[in-house]
């Protein structure tokens, strides 16, 4: 019973800030990798920030800058902290978890994603 929910979206107007919270159960994270994709109407799915399980972050070049992920001490918290929003950063936001970050998309865990709508 593995889980990764997901939780912070809503509706914010552009320029202001959202935290977005993943909670991950069912077993330890703490050696796996975890990170944050998007994917919004029409356009494919694409990764918005990754962090190792040793705190290596990367980030995709249109969020740099804006976006910080984190994870909580038990590491199976991660965080999205998005400030200075846009209205394309407009998406459902999806939680994930690997064994490595380059991993996570293809063999990971996902959560059920949380929509973010930035208005102009």
């Known amino acids: 019973q593995v889980q990764l929910v997901e939780s912070g979206g809503g509706l914010v107007q552009a320029g202001g800030s959202l935290r977005l919270s993943c909670a991950a159960s069912g077993r330890t994270f703490s050696s796996y990798a975890m990170g944050w994709f998007r994917q919004a109407p029409g356009k494919q799915r694409e990764l918005v920030a990754a962090?190792?399980?040793?705190?290596?972050?990367n980030y995709a070049d249109s969020v740099k800058g804006r976006f910080t992920i984190s994870r909580g001490n038990g590491k199976n918290t991660v965080y999205l902290q998005m400030n200075s929003l846009k209205p394309e950063d407009t998406a459902v936001y999806y939680c994930?978890?690997?064994?490595?970050?380059?991993?996570?998309?293809?063999?990971?865990?996902w959560g059920q994603g949380t929509q973010v709508t930035v208005s102009s």
């Open positions: 994930a978890a690997g064994s490595t970050r380059a991993t996570m998309d293809s063999a990971g865990y």
């Open positions: 962090i190792s399980s040793g705190g290596s972050t």
